[in-house]
């Protein structure tokens, strides 16, 4: 019998290679994790173009000039690849008791680069 002591080279072969596969499987999962991570900024940031539109226009003092001054397509500066849509349409509803009333429906949608989908939200206004 022979006394032995150590790992022989096709065990620490073995060895070598399950680690590679470990690193190679944590590699992969890293990347989606960055990934996923920089879509739910992006997604962030376009949530928040929306939104900052529609504190604007809920602030803007001229009711009746909402269409002229909003309504279009831009790019936000400091976002480059983002693409902000505003639509403002004029609603007359006729089922109201004291006759037709006027309000303003506002899309505002942000769409872009990194975004799976456009980011968008819809408001209505009156005149006060």
Request: aromatic share 8%; net charge negative.
């Amino acid at each position: 019998m022979t006394n032995r002591e150590g790992f022989t080279i096709v065990e620490i072969l073995l060895a070598v290679l399950l680690l590679s596969f470990v690193v190679m499987g944590f590699q992969a999962v890293t990347g989606e994790i960055v990934h996923y991570s920089a879509r739910s900024n992006r997604e962030s940031v376009a949530m928040q173009l929306v939104e900052d539109r529609l504190e604007m226009i809920r602030m803007y003092p001229g009711y009746e000039h909402l269409a002229q001054e909003f309504a279009g397509t831009e790019t936000p500066a400091g976002f480059p690849g983002l693409v902000r849509t505003t639509v403002v349409r004029v609603v007359a509803d006729t089922l109201m008791m004291s006759g037709i009333a006027h309000y303003t429906r506002i899309t505002v949608s942000v769409s872009g680069t990194g975004l799976s989908n456009p980011i968008s939200r819809t408001i209505s206004l009156a005149a006060p």
